[in-house]
């Protein structure tokens, strides 16, 4: 079986103050090991078994498999939320996304008001998401297990805003959260290195059309 647990980028003490060592075993160690477990025991003897955990949720969402949808959507999830996110991450973007976040939202200062208003009030469980599409930026939130993968919105980076993220830490001051990981936490690097495969995929498939005879 092809699905494990990823390791994470940092000890599980690097982005302390900001989120605890106590959150990020928590979330980690049980919420996400629980989530890559349940996916493996559902996949298991299935056609999916030695698929990638992206062909997964990608398959699942699209034959209406709502559980294994949800298990294995919230495992990709949460590795893409450990690379969001970096020791002595945040503040100020740089390099391409920097620009297109000026093009998108008109200042760093317009985006960051916008990200904290949709990640703040995204109703219960969920995400808040910063995508690509057709040439622009975007923030979208989703409920519960949900993801853009999979759509044509290309996901950047991500924040958790379930309460096992910053319940520990911040208990009901999910705002408080959510300006720690915009000042400290959001990892640029991972966004530029998205950023850059999404820009370069219309050329891609543009080439492996011209390249069929299309």
């Known amino acids: 079986m092809s699905i494990t647990q990823t390791t994470l980028p940092y000890a ?41 955990l992206e062909e997964v949720v990608l398959t699942s969402r699209q034959q209406h498999m709502k559980r ?57 469980s969920g995400w808040c998401w910063l995508v690509y599409e057709a040439g622009r930026l975007d923030i979208v939130a989703t409920s519960n297990a949900d993801t853009p993968l999979g759509s044509t919105q290309l996901p950047l980076l991500t924040i958790d805003v379930w309460e096992h993220a910053y319940y520990l830490d911040y208990q009901h ?10 000042g400290h936490l959001i990892n640029w690097d991972f966004a530029n290195q998205n950023l850059a495969r999404a ?14 005879g299309g």
């Open 12 to 52: 599980a003490s690097a982005l302390e103050p900001h989120i605890s060592r106590h959150t990020l075993n928590a979330h980690y160690g049980h919420h996400h090991a629980a989530y890559v477990a349940k996916t493996r025991t559902l996949i298991q003897r299935t056609p999916l078994e030695s698929a990638s």
């Open 68 to 124: 294994l949808f949800s298990i294995s959507a919230q495992a990709w999830n949460h590795d893409f939320l450990w690379h969001s996110m970096r020791p002595g991450g945040g503040g100020e973007p740089y390099g391409a996304i920097a620009s297109l976040i000026e093009k998108s939202f008109g200042s760093q200062r317009a985006f960051s008001q916008e990200f904290v208003t949709m990640a703040g009030d995204q109703f219960g």
């Open 173 to 182: 001051r999910r705002l408080d959260y959510i300006a720690a990981f915009l």
């Open 199 to 212: 820009m370069a995929a219309p050329a891609q498939e543009a080439a492996a059309r011209k390249a069929a």
